[in-house]
């Protein structure tokens, strides 16, 4: 079955930097890669996600980069900001439509 | 429209005992995931419900099963509680189309099992 690995597990920048969370899986097959963020004590909510059939994708201050000979995938936050602090998922899906997720990014921005 | 709701928010129960949670996906999502989430082991998926019919189920023991009803709303049920069942569970509903869609996820269960 699929296999999602994100790194790194903890990650600490000053407001105002950037910050990227990388993310490889393992079925050829995937075609779709969400980027979930989850507040603390709140549901994981959608921020950004890519298909296959594109390299690159924005949305203001966030973008994800996809690497499909590699198998890896990344997340992008420039000018971070407190309220980005969060824990931050990816995931990748399988033949079957599943998703399969990372085992999360604690993201803190330091003041 | 009306986010995933999910009943009851919070439980509590005893080593032994049997829990049945409830999902409410967004109007005209047909689609139901539940997953499991533990600090160690982040968002483990249970199973996926679409017209009443499983499609797919991750590794974890018969003790977990769940349903779905016409109407979409899905009910997961766990019997014989271990201590390691604690966790929040979540579902999470999608629109079903010729390829995967984004999942909106319900604020969760959390069940503590003492």
């Known amino acids: 079955g699929e296999n999602v690995e994100q790194h790194p597990s903890t990650l600490s920048v000053q407001e105002g930097d950037s910050a990227v969370i990388k993310c490889t899986y393992s079925?050829?097959?995937?075609?779709?890669f969400p980027w979930y963020k989850q507040e603390l004590g709140k549901r994981p909510q959608l921020i950004i996600d890519?298909?296959?059939?594109?390299g690159e994708k924005k949305d203001q201050r966030i973008a994800v980069t996809l690497n499909k000979t590699a198998k890896h995938f990344s997340l992008h936050i420039t000018e971070t900001q407190p309220e980005d602090s969060a824990v931050y998922f990816c995931?990748?899906?399988?033949?079957?439509?599943?998703?399969?997720f990372g085992s999360g990014t604690q993201l803190t921005v330091l003041p | 429209k009306a986010g995933v709701t999910q009943t009851p928010r919070y439980l509590i129960k005893t080593r032994g005992q049997q829990v049945t949670l409830s999902c409410s996906p967004i109007s005209g999502h047909r689609s139901v995931s539940w997953y499991q989430q533990t600090p160690g082991q982040g968002l483990q998926f249970l199973f996926e419900?679409?017209?009443?019919?499983?499609?797919n189920k991750g590794n974890f023991p018969g003790r977990f099963s769940g349903r779905q009803f016409s109407n979409s709303r899905s009910e997961m049920n766990v019997s014989t509680l271990e201590l390691g069942d604690s966790a929040l569970y979540l579902c999470?509903?999608?629109?079903?189309?010729?390829?995967?869609?984004?999942?909106?996820f319900g604020p969760g269960t959390r069940l503590t099992v003492l």
């Open positions: 079925d050829s097959a995937s075609n779709y």
């Open positions: 999470a509903s999608s629109l079903l189309g010729d390829r995967v869609n984004e999942q909106f």
């Open positions: 890519i298909r296959s059939n594109v």
């Open positions: 419900y679409f017209s009443e019919t499983q499609r």
């Open positions: 995931a990748a899906n399988n033949q079957a439509r599943q998703l399969t």
